[in-house]
C-alpha cells in the first residue's frame, strides 16, 4: 500500500492546490508541486509519471480529460513503481473521474482503503468514444456513404463541414481507427486510403439475462421487473414503446438524440462501471460497492443518474436495483458497401487494387462467409 | 475570482452581465443560467446565497424579485466571502438601480459599482529570463528581506501584495526564468491582467526579452505589459528609455535590491491596472 495520496489542481487564478491528501498528516511544498506539474506539462495526454523529488517516489496520473488536475501518489521505498503502474492509472483515473462529476462527493480514504481502480475502456466503450468525438461521428457517416475514400479528400470534406481548416483528421479518425472501424493504407505511392471495414449500431436492449436470473432467485420480483420493462419497450397504446430499428431520416429524431445519450454512457467508465455490475441481476447498493470497489455514496449517486436516463431502476421495497433498459453498441458486417464497391470500380473512381484490398480487408475482419 | 457577474429579469432576460476572466463556453454558460433562473422561480431561497458546482466554476446565485444575481467563480474560492459579496451586490443594485430596470432604462453606474464589488483579485504575472531578479523584485514589492543565497524558483511561486489596489487582492505569480520551465510561461499567464518583464538591462538579455513580449502580447492581449530595467546600479545597465525602445513597452528602472524602489513600483503597478480597467471598460 502506498504511503500517501493527494491530489492537486492547477487554477489560473490561484495556482497549484492540494484539494485532498490522504493521510491528513502528509506534508507538501510548492517545489514538489510544480516539478510533478512541469512534467505532465510536457505530454498533455492521458499519463502516469514517475519523480523522485526530495527523497519522495511519487508516481502522478494526470488526464487530457481532466485538464488541471493530477493524482499523485507517495510510495514506499521497497515499492516498485513498474509494479504498481496499471494500479495507480486505475485508481487515478477513478478519482479524476469522480472529481468531474463533483469534487466533494467522495473520501479519497474509502476510495484508497477499497483499493477501487478504472480499468482501461473495454471494446464496446471504444465503439461509444466515436460518438462523443463529434467530427469522428461525422467521418463515421460520410464513410457510410463512401465506403472507401482518400483520406485527402476526406480532410477537405471534414474541414468543409466543421467550417474550420484547422481541424486535424487524424484526431478525428482516432476513435474510428482505435475501434478497427476504418483502416487507413498507404495505396500505391502517395494515396492513403480510408476503409469502413465495421459498422456500428447503439441502442436499447431488454434486460433479458437480468430477467431469467430474477425469475430464478427472487421470483417474487419477477413479476413487478417484467412489467417495468415490458412498459417502456412496448406500452399499450396509444403509447409507442422503443424500437430503435425503425428507419429514421430526421437528424433531430428522439432516437438519434438516444443513441447519443447510450454511446455518452457507455463511455463513461464510472458509469458503465455499475452497468455492467446491473447485467447479470438486480443487486443492493451495497452489493454494487463489493463488486465495483466504488464506496457506496458514490454507487447511489451513479444508480440516481442512470434511472434519469432510464437504464436503471429500482425496487424500492427490496431496496434493490436492476436495469430497465441495457444500453449496447454492436458492430456488424457493412453488407451495404459491396454494391457501392462495385459502383465505384466500374465507374473508375477506384482501382481495382483499391477494390480488392476492401474485400480483403472485410473478410480479415469478419472471416470468410461458410 | 468572481469571473462573471449576471443579472437576470423575471423572464430570464438578461440584465447586465460582465465577465472578468475565460471560463466554461459563454453560450453555454448563458443558456444554463437562464434555466437556472427559471428553475429558481420554483423556490424560495429566503434571501440567501446558495451556489452550485457546474464544470469548472462555482455559481453562486440570490433573489430578490423580480431579479435573479449570479456570479460565476472558481471551486477554489471562499464561499463565504463570494457570499458576502454577492450580499453587497444584491443590496446596492436593489436600492440604485432596479427601477431603472424595471423601466428598462440604462443603468450607468452600475458597471463600476460591480467592479468594485467583484474583482477581489488582480493577477500581476512576472516574467524574465533567469537570473534578472523577478524574484528579488517580489521580496522588494512585498517589503521583504532578501535572501542571501540565490536559490532560483522552482515553476512558479505565488504570493500576495501586503497592500490592496482599488479594493482588490494583488497576486503575484513569480515564474521561474529557467528555460526548462519555458513550456509553463504560456499556461501561467492566462487571465493576467498586469504582466510585468523583468530584465537585468544588459543588451544581450534584452533582445532576448523581446520574445517574451511577443508570447505576453499573443497569450493575454488585453494585459497590461510593462518592462522592468532592474541593475540600474551597474556599469553595463542600458538606460530604462533604450529597454524600453527595444521591447517596444512602457519601461521602469528598478534596483530591486533597494527598498527605496519600492513605492515607486507599487505606483507603476496600481497604474497599470487602473488604466487596465479603464481600457476594458472604454472596449
Same mark, same amino acid.
Given at each position: 500500500?502506498?504511503?500517501?495520496?493527494?491530489?492537486?489542481?492547477?487554477?489560473? %487564478?490561484?495556482?497549484?492546490?492540494?484539494?485532498?491528501?490522504?493521510?491528513?498528516?502528509?506534508?507538501?511544498?510548492?517545489?514538489?508541486?510544480?516539478?510533478?506539474?512541469?512534467?505532465?506539462?510536457?505530454?498533455?495526454?492521458?499519463?502516469? +509519471?514517475?519523480?523522485?523529488?526530495?527523497?519522495?517516489?511519487?508516481?502522478?496520473?494526470?488526464?487530457?480529460?481532466?485538464?488541471?488536475?493530477?493524482?499523485?501518489?507517495?510510495?514506499?521505498?521497497?515499492?516498485?513503481?513498474?509494479?504498481?503502474?496499471?494500479?495507480?492509472?486505475?485508481?487515478?483515473?477513478?478519482?479524476?473521474?469522480?472529481?468531474?462529476?463533483?469534487?466533494?462527493?467522495?473520501?479519497?480514504?474509502? +476510495?484508497?482503503?477499497?483499493?477501487?481502480?478504472?480499468?482501461?475502456?473495454?471494446?464496446?466503450?471504444?465503439?461509444?468514444?466515436?460518438?462523443?468525438?463529434?467530427?469522428?461521428?461525422?467521418?463515421?457517416?460520410?464513410?457510410?456513404?463512401?465506403?472507401?475514400?482518400?483520406?485527402?479528400?476526406?480532410?477537405?470534406?471534414?474541414?468543409?463541414?466543421?467550417?474550420?481548416?484547422?481541424?486535424?483528421?487524424?484526431?478525428?479518425?482516432?476513435?474510428?481507427?482505435?475501434?478497427?472501424?476504418?483502416?487507413?493504407?498507404?495505396?500505391?505511392?502517395?494515396?492513403?486510403?480510408?476503409?469502413?471495414?465495421?459498422? +456500428?449500431?447503439?441502442?436499447?436492449?431488454?434486460?433479458?439475462?437480468?430477467?431469467?436470473?430474477?425469475?430464478?432467485?427472487? #421470483?417474487?420480483?419477477?413479476?413487478?421487473?417484467?412489467?417495468?420493462?415490458?412498459?417502456?419497450?412496448?406500452?399499450?397504446?396509444?403509447?409507442?414503446?422503443?424500437?430503435?430499428?425503425?428507419?429514421?431520416?430526421?437528424?433531430?429524431? #428522439?432516437?438519434?438524440?438516444?443513441?447519443?445519450? +447510450?454511446?455518452?454512457?457507455?463511455?463513461?467508465?464510472?458509469?458503465?462501471?455499475?452497468?455492467?455490475?446491473?447485467?447479470?441481476?438486480?443487486?443492493?447498493?451495497?452489493?454494487?460497492?463489493?463488486?465495483?470497489? %466504488?464506496?457506496?455514496?458514490?454507487?447511489?449517486?451513479?444508480?440516481?443518474?442512470?434511472?434519469?436516463?432510464?437504464?436503471?431502476?429500482?425496487?424500492?421495497?427490496?431496496?434493490?436495483?436492476?436495469?430497465?433498459?441495457?444500453?449496447?453498441?454492436?458492430?456488424?458486417?457493412?453488407?451495404?458497401?459491396?454494391?457501392?464497391?462495385?459502383?465505384?470500380?466500374?465507374?473508375?473512381?477506384?482501382?481495382?487494387?483499391?477494390?480488392?484490398?476492401?474485400?480483403?480487408?472485410?473478410?480479415?475482419?469478419?472471416?470468410?462467409?461458410? | 475570482?468572481?469571473?462573471?457577474?449576471?443579472?437576470?429579469?423575471?423572464?430570464?432576460?438578461?440584465?447586465?452581465?460582465?465577465?472578468?476572466?475565460?471560463?466554461?463556453?459563454?453560450?453555454?454558460?448563458?443558456?444554463?443560467?437562464?434555466?437556472?433562473?427559471?428553475?429558481?422561480? !420554483?423556490?424560495?431561497?429566503?434571501?440567501?446565497?446558495?451556489?452550485?458546482?457546474?464544470?469548472?466554476?462555482?455559481?453562486?446565485?440570490?433573489?430578490?424579485?423580480?431579479?435573479?444575481?449570479?456570479?460565476?467563480?472558481?471551486?477554489?474560492?471562499?464561499?463565504?466571502?463570494?457570499?458576502?459579496?454577492?450580499?453587497?451586490?444584491?443590496?446596492?443594485?436593489?436600492?440604485?438601480?432596479?427601477? =431603472?430596470?424595471?423601466?428598462?432604462?440604462?443603468?450607468?453606474?452600475?458597471?463600476?459599482?460591480?467592479?468594485?464589488?467583484?474583482?477581489?483579485?488582480?493577477?500581476?504575472?512576472?516574467?524574465?529570463?533567469?537570473?534578472?531578479?523577478?524574484?528579488?523584485? =517580489?521580496?522588494?514589492?512585498?517589503?521583504?528581506?532578501?535572501?542571501?543565497?540565490?536559490?532560483?524558483?522552482?515553476?512558479?511561486?505565488?504570493?500576495?501584495?501586503?497592500?490592496?489596489?482599488?479594493?482588490?487582492?494583488?497576486?503575484?505569480?513569480?515564474?521561474?526564468?529557467?528555460?526548462?520551465?519555458?513550456?509553463?510561461?504560456?499556461?501561467?499567464?492566462?487571465?493576467?491582467?498586469?504582466?510585468?518583464?523583468?530584465?537585468?538591462?544588459?543588451?544581450?538579455?534584452?533582445?532576448?526579452?523581446?520574445?517574451?513580449?511577443?508570447?505576453?502580447?499573443?497569450?493575454?492581449?488585453?494585459?497590461?505589459?510593462?518592462?522592468?530595467?532592474?541593475?540600474?546600479?551597474?556599469? !553595463?545597465? =542600458?538606460?530604462?528609455?533604450?529597454?524600453?525602445?527595444?521591447?517596444?513597452?512602457?519601461?521602469?528602472? =528598478?534596483?530591486?535590491?533597494?527598498?527605496?524602489?519600492?513605492?515607486?513600483?507599487?505606483?507603476?503597478?496600481?497604474?497599470?491596472?487602473?488604466?487596465?480597467?479603464?481600457?476594458?471598460?472604454?472596449?
Amino acid at each position: 500500500m502506498p504511503k500517501a495520496t493527494f491530489i492537486v489542481q492547477y487554477t489560473e %487564478f490561484h495556482g497549484l492546490i492540494v484539494t485532498q491528501r490522504y493521510p491528513t498528516s502528509l506534508s507538501l511544498n510548492e517545489k514538489i508541486l510544480n516539478l510533478i506539474f512541469l512534467e505532465h506539462q510536457k505530454d498533455k495526454k492521458e499519463e502516469l +509519471i514517475y519523480s523522485e523529488i526530495e527523497g519522495m517516489k511519487i508516481g502522478s496520473y494526470s488526464s487530457a480529460l481532466y485538464p488541471g488536475w493530477m493524482v499523485c501518489t507517495v510510495l514506499s521505498a521497497e515499492e516498485d513503481f513498474d509494479h504498481l503502474q496499471r494500479d495507480l492509472a486505475g485508481s487515478g483515473r477513478l478519482i479524476l473521474a469522480l472529481i468531474a462529476m463533483d469534487p466533494e462527493s467522495f473520501s479519497l480514504e474509502e +476510495i484508497l482503503e477499497k483499493g477501487s481502480i478504472l480499468k482501461d475502456l473495454t471494446e464496446e466503450q471504444k465503439l461509444a468514444e466515436v460518438f462523443l468525438t463529434p467530427s469522428s461521428a461525422l467521418l463515421l457517416e460520410r464513410m457510410q456513404t463512401e465506403g472507401i475514400e482518400k483520406a485527402a479528400k476526406l480532410s477537405i470534406w471534414l474541414r468543409n463541414q466543421v467550417q474550420n481548416d484547422d481541424v486535424d483528421l487524424r484526431e478525428a479518425m482516432a476513435p474510428l481507427m482505435e475501434s478497427g472501424i476504418v483502416a487507413v493504407e498507404l495505396l500505391g505511392k502517395t494515396s492513403e486510403m480510408v476503409f469502413l471495414v465495421k459498422d +456500428i449500431f447503439g441502442y436499447r436492449e431488454p434486460p433479458v439475462d437480468s430477467i431469467l436470473k430474477i425469475k430464478e432467485t427472487i #421470483p417474487s420480483i419477477a413479476e413487478k421487473y417484467i412489467e417495468f420493462v415490458t412498459e417502456f419497450f412496448s406500452p399499450a397504446s396509444p403509447d409507442k414503446g422503443y424500437n430503435p430499428t425503425l428507419p429514421v431520416d430526421d437528424p433531430n429524431s #428522439p432516437i438519434l438524440e438516444d443513441r447519443e445519450k +447510450i454511446a455518452r454512457i457507455l463511455a463513461e467508465r464510472i458509469h458503465y462501471r455499475i452497468l455492467t455490475s446491473l447485467r447479470e441481476q438486480p443487486l443492493s447498493i451495497a452489493d454494487i460497492s463489493l463488486k465495483t470497489s %466504488f464506496p457506496e455514496s458514490v454507487v447511489r449517486k451513479l444508480l440516481y443518474s442512470l434511472e434519469a436516463e432510464k437504464i436503471a431502476i429500482r425496487f424500492e421495497e427490496e431496496d434493490l436495483w436492476g436495469l430497465l433498459t441495457n444500453p449496447r453498441i454492436e458492430s456488424f458486417l457493412p453488407e451495404y458497401l459491396l454494391p457501392v464497391i462495385s459502383k465505384k470500380l466500374s465507374e473508375k473512381e477506384i482501382s481495382s487494387d483499391v477494390a480488392r484490398r476492401h474485400l480483403e480487408l472485410l473478410i480479415q475482419t469478419w472471416g470468410v462467409a461458410k | 475570482m468572481i469571473r462573471g457577474v449576471f443579472v437576470l429579469g423575471e423572464q430570464g432576460n438578461m440584465i447586465y452581465s460582465k465577465e472578468y476572466a475565460k471560463g466554461d463556453s459563454k453560450a453555454n454558460m448563458v443558456e444554463f443560467l437562464v434555466n437556472l433562473t427559471h428553475f429558481l422561480k !420554483t423556490i424560495d431561497l429566503e434571501d440567501k446565497t446558495e451556489y452550485m458546482n457546474v464544470n469548472i466554476s462555482r455559481i453562486f446565485y440570490s433573489k430578490k424579485d423580480p431579479f435573479t444575481f449570479m456570479f460565476v467563480a472558481d471551486k477554489a474560492d471562499d464561499a463565504n466571502q463570494i457570499e458576502e459579496k454577492m450580499g453587497e451586490l444584491v443590496d446596492s443594485f436593489m436600492r440604485e438601480y432596479a427601477n =431603472l430596470a424595471l423601466a428598462n432604462q440604462s443603468l450607468d453606474g452600475f458597471d463600476a459599482k460591480v467592479d468594485e464589488i467583484a474583482v477581489t483579485m488582480v493577477k500581476v504575472a512576472i516574467l524574465g529570463f533567469a537570473g534578472v531578479g523577478k524574484t528579488t523584485t =517580489l521580496h522588494l514589492l512585498r517589503g521583504e528581506t532578501l535572501p542571501l543565497v540565490h536559490d532560483p524558483t522552482i515553476g512558479v511561486s505565488i504570493k500576495k501584495l501586503p497592500e490592496e489596489i482599488s479594493n482588490a487582492n494583488i497576486v503575484l505569480w513569480d515564474l521561474a526564468g529557467q528555460s526548462r520551465f519555458s513550456i509553463l510561461w504560456a499556461k501561467m499567464i492566462a487571465n493576467a491582467q498586469v504582466v510585468i518583464i523583468v530584465t537585468d538591462s544588459t543588451l544581450e538579455n534584452v533582445l532576448r526579452s523581446k520574445k517574451l513580449v511577443s508570447l505576453v502580447k499573443d497569450e493575454v492581449p488585453d494585459a497590461k505589459v510593462i518592462g522592468i530595467a532592474n541593475k540600474q546600479d551597474l556599469p !553595463t545597465a =542600458l538606460t530604462p528609455e533604450r529597454v524600453g525602445q527595444i521591447l517596444s513597452i512602457p519601461t521602469y528602472e =528598478l534596483v530591486a535590491i533597494d527598498i527605496s524602489y519600492r513605492d515607486r513600483l507599487i505606483q507603476i503597478i496600481r497604474r497599470a491596472i487602473l488604466e487596465g480597467k479603464a481600457e476594458a471598460k472604454a472596449a
